[in-house]
């Protein structure tokens, strides 16, 4: 059973858009909600994260969107640029030991 | 300041074949993940070290999945009898003992059984 479920599969924006990631959970003893950016043939890397006691949390470009009546959540990329094509995974965790990812979006953003 | 290194980079095997990857992690960094990366899905935990202690094995998807880290830093994740479904990215990530939330990973060794 997938723990934490994600979508769209992919995803085409055009330069200048709104790309927008959303995520749900089932566990509530989720407590931390982290985004991972992912570049062909490297490792993921901690984009931006959130606790459940706050319902949005914003850096820069990226802001997540946390709804936790829901169990969801999302990851806004405004004015989405051609660097920022990429896959991304959402993931949970509860005790830091053992984070649980979604399976991924791939983003193209068309100049 | 290097990061977490992983090698080999790729590696084929035969099936049947006994493999090893190693990570080594980020310098002081006391907790070591590895992840299990199918293509076109998300990491998939296979096990977690605090310093030389494996806390939690329970991503491990059989008993020919074997992981250590004798001496808190480097580890290996070894593989016995490989299969073709053990085809994957096998990710590793590490992280300070009191910033377990930020992990840093490697650049994953790509695995492919023949």
């Known amino acids: 059973q997938q723990q934490v479920k994600q979508s769209p599969q992919s995803l085409i924006v055009q330069k200048g858009g709104i790309s927008i990631i959303n995520c749900a959970y089932e566990?509530?003893?989720?407590?931390?909600f982290p985004w991972y950016q992912q570049f062909p043939g490297k490792g993921p890397a901690l984009l931006i994260a959130?606790?459940?006691?706050?319902s949005e949390k914003k850096e820069g470009r990226f802001t997540i969107s946390f709804n936790k009546s829901a169990k969801q959540f999302s990851l806004h990329i405004m004015d989405s640029q051609p660097g920022d094509s990429a896959t991304y995974f959402c993931?949970?965790?509860?005790?830091?030991?053992?984070?649980?990812f979604g399976s991924g979006t791939k983003l193209n953003v068309k100049p | 300041g290097a990061g977490v290194s992983q090698s080999p980079r790729y590696k084929v095997a035969k099936r049947g074949q006994d493999v090893a990857l190693r990570c080594d992690p980020i310098?002081?960094?006391?907790?070591l993940f590895w992840y299990q990366q199918a293509l076109g899905q998300g990491p998939e935990f296979l096990t977690y070290?605090?310093?030389?202690?494996?806390?939690?094995k329970s991503g491990l998807p059989s008993d020919r999945f074997f992981a250590e880290r004798p001496e808190g830093s480097v580890s290996t994740l070894k593989i016995q009898r490989t299969q073709q479904e053990d085809s994957a990215v096998y990710l590793c990530?590490?992280?300070?003992?009191?910033?377990?939330?930020?992990?840093?990973f490697g650049a994953g060794t790509r695995l492919s059984v023949l």
């Open positions: 993931a949970a965790t509860y005790n830091f030991n053992k984070f649980y």
């Open positions: 566990n509530t003893a989720f407590d931390y």
């Open positions: 070290f605090q310093n030389e202690a494996q806390l939690d």
């Open positions: 310098s002081g960094h006391v907790s």
């Open positions: 959130i606790r459940p006691d706050v």
């Open positions: 990530a590490s992280s300070l003992r009191d910033r377990k939330n930020i992990q840093y």
